[in-house]
């Protein structure tokens, strides 16, 4: 596994920190790649040549000049990860007075590049894995199915036999942790074993978004829901209240093979973006959106012209379009609307019955009144949105 130049910068940079030496990092062709004195940089260490060659500490006590690059009197000492030589560490001085501290510091890089190198490995795997989420998600998956279904096969995914749907995950602002330590607390807990099988995809998707792509067998069809509200409500109490991890959860239509999960994931994504989270529920099913999702990726020009007259009415009375935006969102109860307009019920009893007189519509009692209804609330909103 080769030692890179910026993984030797990072290990440089935390070890001179707290030493008093100058140090130079050699990759595995001697060529120095980290240096308290950066002109040697790029140049070819000659003493790390005879290290790599060996396989063994060398301590200099000389100058030693030739055409290639001089080595000041030092120890150096072969890098080891999983028992092969990456690189070599020098530590510049009288070798009698540096060679136990270079064996301190030879221990404490060795622990440090392994772990760089992991981060690094886990860096290389998820912008794997996310490479393959926005092929899967793409509108145009059909393209990629091939090498979508090789890396399926090739991480043990199963395709045959399986349904999925596409999550999406929206935490709250947290100004207090460490992002990358919290995004990984974050999936570490979403992973729970009790909830999360081998065959569920998460990634983090940036912006305290996270993208799960749920699985489910022929056992759990018709299922999916509830599994779904028990993974979500295991996922909240699974977090400590003291950090303050508040999340909403999108969730789109079940597909059954690889080309509908990019609809799934639209949907979630939909509902993500959806004013319907202003209320207190934490999970969101697209198939109680129907018609609000219908509505809003399709041209709604015909259903403005439609009603023109009454969007007419609405735009020159704020009371009407607040009262029809809020009524509509908590299904048309009375009590909840005047909660949430913080104003008398007998206020919205009024305003309705101004609504039935002035706009012809009875939503609470006539169902197709009712449709009509939550179709001017969705292009209400839509406006707003755009406003």
């Known amino acids: 596994m080769p030692l890179n130049t910026i993984t030797a910068q990072k290990l440089l940079k935390k070890i001179m920190d707290k030493l008093g030496y100058n140090i130079n990092i050699m990759n595995e062709y001697g060529e120095i790649i980290a240096s308290g004195d950066e002109s040697r940089i790029g140049k070819i260490h000659s003493g790390a040549l005879e290290v790599l060659k060996e396989g063994k500490d060398m301590e200099y006590f000389d100058f030693i000049d030739n055409n290639i690059e001089s080595a000041k009197p030092g120890v150096n000492i072969p890098l080891f990860i999983n028992n092969e030589i990456i690189g070599v560490l020098g530590v510049t001085g009288n070798p009698k007075e540096v060679g136990k501290i270079a064996a301190i510091v030879k221990l404490t890089a060795e622990i440090l590049i392994e772990k760089e190198l992991d981060t690094d490995k886990k860096i290389l795997k998820q912008t794997s894995i996310n490479n393959y989420i926005n092929m899967m998600i793409s509108k145009n998956n059909e393209h990629y199915i091939p090498s979508i279904l090789i890396w399926l096969e090739k991480n043990n995914y199963q395709i045959e036999n399986m349904s999925r749907i596409v999550c999406l995950i929206k935490f709250d602002n947290n100004d207090y942790l460490d992002k990358n330590r919290l995004n990984d607390y974050i999936i570490s807990k979403i992973k729970d074993p009790a909830d999360f099988n081998s065959q569920d995809i998460i990634s983090y ?3 305290n978004e996270f993208i799960l792509i749920k699985s489910f067998d022929k056992k759990q069809y018709s299922s999916e829901r509830s599994i779904l509200n028990k993974f979500f409500l295991n996922l909240k109490n699974s977090f400590d209240s003291k ?3 508040n999340f909403k959860a999108s969730c789109g239509a079940v597909s059954k093979n690889i080309n509908e999960i990019s609809s799934s994931y639209e949907q979630a994504k939909f509902l993500l973006n959806w004013n319907q ?9 697209i198939e ?4 609000d999702f219908y509505i809003s990726v399709n041209d709604q020009s015909s259903l403005k012209m439609i009603l023109r007259n009454v969007l007419k009415i609405i735009k020159n009375n704020s009371n009407f379009k607040e009262t029809i935006i809020t009524m509509s969102k908590y299904n048309m109860s009375i009590a909840k609307t005047s909660s949430k307009l913080s104003v008398h019920r007998n206020t919205i009893v009024y305003r309705m019955k101004k609504i039935k007189d002035i706009l012809n519509l009875d939503p ?9 209804f939550h179709i001017i609330s969705i292009l209400l909103i839509n ?3 755009k406003t």
């Open 288 to 291: 109680d959106y129907i018609l």
């Open 364 to 372: 609470i009692n006539n169902n197709i009144d009712r449709i009509k």
């Open 277 to 285: 989270y202003s209320n207190s529920r934490e999970v969101f099913f």
């Open 243 to 245: 950090l303050g991890l």
């Open 383 to 385: 406006n707003n949105k």
């Open 205 to 207: 998707f940036g912006d």
